[in-house]
């Protein structure tokens, strides 16, 4: 299904050109009449490719994205070069010399494309009739149950709390349920209160001994050695998920752990002698599920149309329990299998269908697999294939998109988003804001969610309704997914930790950059460029032009390998280049980006970029530029490198920047920008901002100039229709009396400001409401101002932004906060909640305001309240917290607390 979801995406960016800049390419010229018929034929090859569900032609699926990718070159390259003429004024004979002119002119002229796409229609007509393609409807569910799992969960959870074990071992064959119960007690309310600090850390097959440590380190908060994470008077758990051998588990050396009393490790592992360490272990070996739970899983997750199994009829539960006996009673094999079934309309005769297409499977292996080799593997292959197969067509090529993310990672939907509209997998005509598409690829992951393809990691609440924020893939199904890819050609995996010395790449290649001497980089000639120890790696090169994307994964914010030669401008026709965590500091960016014009995302996200070089700037198609560098990077940009990024949609500055002169950052020739964030008024010029029209999401820092903050509240009042999402961070207040209080007074007429985050003094001296300000001043509590504020879901008060020594949420105030910090008061002693206040209340968090008591009564009692994390407070501090969270878990109020610091 890899060419329908190519073509579909070609053809939605030929639709866009011929509709929504209509204007730019095709006036006054007849060039539109010709593309509107290529776009009129690629959707009949469309539907012939969707309708070729059962009988598939490798050759012809191949004969037609390579015909879709030859459409959208020629289109882009005339988009090209209208951009270049109008906006650069380069002449004809200039632009002739642009290397892929000729080629795009002699190989791929209408003429020959018309030719190709007529040859192509006349062999689909041969082998298939078209065929409708249904797509089921939407109706989510999430597994709440340990089905068949419940006394191991109570076994493990006892020997974690009272048992005398330091290591306890989860084992069991793959896709058993170890992952599932472990994080299922990782997250215990009961568990959570009676550890300190808890850490989990996924080792895997990709093991680094220095990196694991560090990872270790990165997941107890506020520790940064080694022995400050197991103190003698704490109690801590640390989980290691997936350690896939003896000799990775000893080379971890706990021994640098010191384990104390009362520190708990938990592992998951394929392998019983894993857990067999000089260390005291229990070993809990999980066993597949009999025929009766299995059964029961397989109806909770197929979405059964009743509740009581006795309702079910006597064939129904034959047919049921034949299904299971294909899965070998294996959950995970039964999770996937029973999501195939979600949603169908009728379920009984899917369900026979479903019977006999894994009999189909079975029947090829003549017997039942054995799960204690190589058959768990294979079983889980094809179980993963099947529920591949039976995806609506939208949700293949998002589902094997998926495995370009290295292993164990945390997926952001909105990063997902991103990436499938600058791929085309997202139309940009049939969702015309950011908040549709972005709930369109949501909804795609709710439904990978309901099939169990994916596992849901984080969620938010707005309202009534629960938004997905990101999701990870277990390491079977994403192994899987990659096969699934590469033999479809969607895209492939290139690791150079692997040994690779030359790879071919796809049309969408992801490349591994760690390779085996990172362990060496302290070593004295780790930079030593004479050093023979090096191997060269390169990449196979001799089609290069074919590459559609690049991502470029380092898993520990490594150099960029010096021996991994590429030039960039030879990938000419690339759309999509993201760097993940590679440090740049040494080896500079590869030479050639700026030869990439067709360029749709460019990302750095978790780099280390100094600069953002001038030569950046004619990238005309570009849609999304994520500058989003590490936070201890502070990036360098031209001022105009910018300005002429005239469909850009999606800008991510960093945390921390600087203008490359004294002039601001110009941001007046982005009017298709939908989402802006950490725009910081004081290296941007905010005159701007009323040009950006289309700004539905804006994040702004203001940082002492009154002015610059008052343009941003005064741009986000005015556009308060448009704004789904505002957030303001003030910084460094320290003007006069009277300019404070009349940002104050700005902020109370902002009613649409979502997020709030204020640092450093401002609300020193201000009264509840504007019209009472006077000379008469004192430290009142800023909380009435701030909870008048309607539409107000997040507040961070830090770093003395109150210096008084009490603050007060009353009733009916706060109506919609969602997450509420409190950081760095110093002199803050009290703090109280009266009942009705912050009824929306998720999130809260205290940190280093060492003078605060205690917590207020009523906050810990708040229906909505899901996590509270105390960090850095006082021994008796946190006591207190412990017993009013028992005492809400004796009531029956789940809370997620979090102690960590010291």
């Not at 012809?60 to 070069?81: F, G, N, P, W």
């Not at 030039?567 to 740049?584: E, I, P």
């Amino acid at each position: 299904m890899a060419a329908a979801a190519v073509v579909s995406a070609v053809r939605e960016r030929l639709n866009a050109y011929l509709v929504v800049e209509d204007v730019l390419l095709f006036r006054g010229s007849s060039t539109r009449d010709k593309f509107e018929w290529l776009n009129s034929q690629l959707v009949v090859v469309e539907n012939f490719l969707k309708s070729l569900e059962n009988n598939r032609d490798d050759v012809l699926e191949k004969i037609a994205i390579q015909l879709a990718y030859d459409v959208e070159d020629v289109v882009d390259y005339l988009a090209l070069k209208h951009e270049w003429k109008d906006h650069w004024n380069w002449s004809i004979k200039t632009l002739l010399k642009f290397p892929s002119s000729h080629q795009v002119h002699r190989r791929h002229d209408f003429q020959t494309l018309k030719v190709r796409i007529d040859e192509l229609v006349r062999k689909l007509l041969r082998i298939t009739d078209y065929q409708n393609n249904t797509i089921p409807s939407s109706s989510f569910f999430f597994l709440t149950t340990l089905v068949g799992m419940e006394g191991d969960f109570e076994m493990v959870r006892n020997l974690l709390l009272t048992g005398i074990d330091a290591v306890t071992t989860i084992s069991g064959v793959s896709g058993v349920g170890k992952t599932t119960l472990a994080k299922r007690l990782y997250d215990d309310p009961t568990v959570i209160l009676n550890f300190h600090s808890r850490a989990w850390v996924t080792v895997g097959e990709q093991f680094h001994d220095r990196g694991m440590i560090e990872n270790i380190s990165s997941n107890f908060l506020f520790s940064s050695t080694i022995p400050e994470l197991v103190e003698k008077d704490r109690r801590s758990l640390l989980v290691l998920d997936d350690v896939p051998s003896v000799q990775v588990w000893e080379s971890i050396k706990f021994s640098d752990f010191s384990l104390y009393r009362g520190t708990k490790i938990l592992i998951t592992t394929r392998g019983k002698e894993v857990g067999l360490c000089k260390y005291g272990c229990y070993i809990h070996e999980m066993k597949t599920l009999p025929n009766d739970q299995g059964c029961q899983l397989f109806k909770i997750q197929s979405g059964a149309p009743v509740e009581n199994s006795k309702q079910l009829s006597r064939e129904t539960e034959e047919i049921v329990s034949k299904i299971v006996n294909c899965c070998q009673g294996l959950p995970l094999a039964i999770n996937l299998v029973g999501g195939i079934l979600k949603g169908k309309e009728d379920w009984a005769e899917a369900l026979e269908a479903l019977l006999q297409a894994l009999l189909r499977e079975q029947n090829k292996y003549n017997q039942h697999l054995d799960l204690g080799g190589g058959g768990t593997l294979l079983l889980l292959e094809k179980v993963v294939s099947l529920s591949y197969n039976h995806l609506p067509f939208h949700l293949k090529p998002c589902f094997l998109y998926l495995g370009h993310f290295p292993a164990d990672q945390v997926i952001s939907v909105e990063k997902l988003y991103l990436l499938l509209m600058a791929e085309g997998l997202i139309s940009t005509a049939r969702y015309q804001s950011h908040k549709i598409r972005m709930d369109a690829v949501e909804e795609y992951m709710l439904a990978l969610v309901q099939r169990n393809l994916v596992l849901m990691e984080k969620e938010d609440v707005l309202g009534s309704r629960r938004i997905m924020k990101s999701f990870k893939l277990q390491n079977q199904i994403r192994n899987l997914c990659i096969s699934i890819g590469e033999k479809e050609e969607f895209f492939g995996v290139a690791d150079f930790n692997q040994g690779n010395k030359s790879l071919y790449l796809l049309r969408r290649t992801t490349l591994y950059t760690d390779h085996k001497y990172d362990d060496d980089d302290d070593d004295d000639d780790a930079d030593d460029d004479n050093n023979d120890d090096y191997d060269v790696y390169s990449l196979n090169i001799s089609e290069p032009k074919h590459v559609r994307s690049l991502f470029f994964f380092s898993s520990k914010s490594k150099l960029w390998p010096k021996e991994l030669a590429v030039d960039l401008k030879k990938f000419r026709w690339t759309r999509v280049l993201d760097f993940n965590q590679v440090d740049f500091r040494v080896e500079k960016l590869p030479k050639g980006i700026e030869k990439l014009h067709y360029l749709r995302y460019l990302s750095f996200r978790g780099c280390y970029v100094e600069e953002l070089p001038s030569s950046l700037s004619k990238f005309p198609f570009l849609e999304t530029l994520d500058l989003s560098v590490k936070t201890s990077c502070k990036m360098t940009i031209h001022a105009n490198v910018l300005r002429n990024m005239s469909r850009l949609r999606h800008l991510y500055f960093p945390l921390a920047y600087q203008s490359a002169t004294d002039d601001k950052l110009k941001l007046d020739g982005l009017k298709k920008l939908e989402v802006l964030v950490n725009f910081h008024a004081g290296i941007c010029d905010a005159d701007h901002l009323p040009m950006l029209r289309n700004l539905e999401i804006f994040e702004g820092i203001g940082d002492g100039n009154n002015d610059n903050l008052e343009k941003m509240i005064n741009f986000i009042q005015g556009n308060e229709l448009v704004l789904s999402h505002s957030s303001l961070t003030i910084k460094n207040c320290d003007s006069s009396l009277d300019e404070r209080l009349s940002v104050v007074t700005a902020l109370l007429t902002c009613g649409c400001l979502h997020h709030l985050d204020i640092e450093e003094i401002l609300f020193e001296l201000i009264l509840p409401l504007p019209w009472q300000f006077g000379s008469n001043l004192t430290n009142i509590d800023p909380m009435p101002t701030l909870g008048k504020l309607p539409q107000l879901r997040n507040l961070v008060l830090c770093n003395g932004a109150f210096v008084g020594k009490k603050i007060m949420c009353a009733e009916a105030e706060f109506v919609r906060l969602r997450c509420l910090k409190l950081l760095y008061l110093w002199g803050l002693r009290e703090f109280e909640v009266e009942i009705g206040a912050l009824p929306c209340l998720s999130n809260f968090m205290v940190m280093r305001c060492d003078n605060l008591k205690m917590l207020p009564d009523y906050l810990m009692e708040i229906p909505t309240l899901e996590q509270v994390t105390i960090a850095c407070m006082p021994k008796e501090f946190k006591a207190l917290v412990r017993r009013k969270a028992e005492d809400q878990l004796s009531k029956g109020h789940s809370l997620f607390v979090n102690f960590c610091g010291k």
